[in-house]
């Protein structure tokens, strides 16, 4: 209804404009019209009635220039008000990743507060928090893997920035390369991590297609933890440790270009 009504007010501002520049510019081509005499005449001489020069009346040039001015306000005061409506529906457009808003397919988005350059996170369930980048977004959610009958709760990060733009634009592509926390409950015949690691689909290592062999030992919070690389669709650096109940697989892209260490580094168990 706003839009309908600028439009109108744009129109007779225009057809106002117009009339003020017909109007100004007859003014001043009839007051300020000068005849050219032929050679040798001239006006006292009475040859040429038309040839005397008029002069131009002041009073009336001052009457009709503000036309022109005035026509330019409407214009003005609707443009104004356009920018003013656009600005005021744009803001009310709520935002697409607003704290604690399920996004379809990546989960619940969790706005933590930044500090230093990083974000923190922390999740009272898993007892375990740690800082990721800025500029990027961190969803929770809820799956199962392979044919259903294991369930796991995970948290994804992926570059703020490509999320949003893929929201806002409805686009039908791939979530961008990131890293994430997938915690898969402890099995009862659970033995040692390598062995879980090397023999449960959940690790992506079982596949020896992808996977480097090699599972290097390293401490995660002063809790052994084993690392490795796989190679897929993206190239991917794991470290998996046991911690309250649950085997905690931790994942990065590395064509993020994020460094996989300090990640593992920032991790905090309760």
């Known amino acids: ?47 040429l009635q038309e040839c005397a020069r008029q002069k ?18 409407p214009l003005i005061a609707g443009k104004l008000y356009s920018e003013r409506s656009t600005e005021t529906a ?14 379809p397919g990546l989960g619940v988005f969790h706005n933590s507060t930044i500090e230093n350059g990083f974000k923190t996170f922390t999740t009272e369930t898993f007892g375990i928090s740690f800082r990721y980048p800025a500029h990027y977004a961190l969803f929770e959610n809820e799956s199962t893997y392979g044919d259903g009958t294991s369930s796991y709760h995970y948290l994804a990060m992926m570059p703020e920035e490509s999320v949003r733009h893929i929201i806002e634009n409805k686009l039908e592509t791939e979530w961008p390369p990131g890293f994430g926390f997938a915690f898969y409950q402890k099995p009862g015949d659970f033995t040692t991590l390598e062995e879980w690691i090397r023999t449960h689909r959940e690790s992506n290592f079982i596949n020896e297609e992808w996977a480097d062999t090699t599972l290097t030992i390293i401490a995660v919070a002063e809790v052994p933890a084993l690392r490795y690389r796989v190679e897929g669709l993206y190239s991917y650096e794991y470290a998996a440790f046991a911690h309250e109940g649950y085997i905690v697989l931790v994942s990065l892209a590395r064509e993020t270009g994020e460094n996989f260490t300090a990640l593992l580094g920032s991790i905090k168990l309760k």
């Open 56 to 73: 131009i009346d002041i009073k009336r040039e001052l009457t009709t220039a503000p036309t022109v001015i005035i026509g330019w306000l």
């Open 90 to 103: 744009r803001n009310s457009v709520p935002d697409v990743l607003s704290d604690t808003k399920e996004i």
């Open 1 to 47: 209804m706003k839009k309908k009504y600028i439009r109108v007010i744009i129109i007779l501002a225009i057809t106002y404009l117009a009339v003020g520049v017909f109007v100004y510019t007859e003014g001043l081509r009839a007051q300020m019209q000068l005849h050219i005499c032929p050679p040798g005449v001239f006006p006292e001489q009475g040859a």
